[in-house]
Every structure is written in C-alpha cells, then in structure tokens.
C-alpha cells in the first residue's frame, strides 16, 4: 500500500483513510514518527497500557537492576551503531 499524504502551509498532515484503517486510529489518538535507517516509522500511540498487564509475568528468573539495564542497553546501542556504520 503506498499512500501519499500533503503538508499543509500549517504543517499539518491528514493521513489518508486507508492507513488510519491499517494502523486503528481515528479522532484523538496519536501517531510516533519513529527513526529508521531509511527514513520514519509510523507508530500508532493507541493501546491501552492496562491490556500489557501479566503479559512478562514468569518470564524473568530475577529482578534486574538499574545498572544491569543502562548496561545493556548501550551494549545494544553500541552494537546498532557498529552495524549501521558497516552499511
């Protein structure tokens, strides 16, 4: 599906129905531009955050902590930049 969408001299943007159809928004919800190596993602912002509830339940063996997550998480950040700089 590709579908084309015009900026308005306001900078304001209708998207087209056949993606507010594909990504189930309408009125009020709001739409992430996410980052990606060829341009943006776009991101519905529209869940309930309360139908996540139990979804990781058993999963971890033990509670990580901080540390351990800001460790991790630039351990993945440096290994995403390695690969795009390989690209």
Do not use: H
């Not at 943007?13 to 009020?28: E, F, H, S």
């Not at 529209?46 to 339940?57: A, E, H, M, S």
């Amino acid at each position: 599906m590709a579908e084309t969408a015009t900026l308005t001299s306001k900078s304001q943007l209708t998207l087209p129905k056949a993606v507010r159809d594909a990504l189930g928004v309408g009125p009020g919800d709001q739409i992430r531009f996410v980052p990606s190596l060829n341009g943006f993602r776009i991101v519905a912002n529209n869940g309930d955050i309360t139908r996540l509830r139990g979804v990781f339940k058993g999963r971890v063996s033990k509670a990580v902590s901080i540390e351990e997550m800001d460790r991790s998480i630039a351990e993945a950040v440096a290994a995403r930049d390695k690969r795009s700089r390989a690209r």
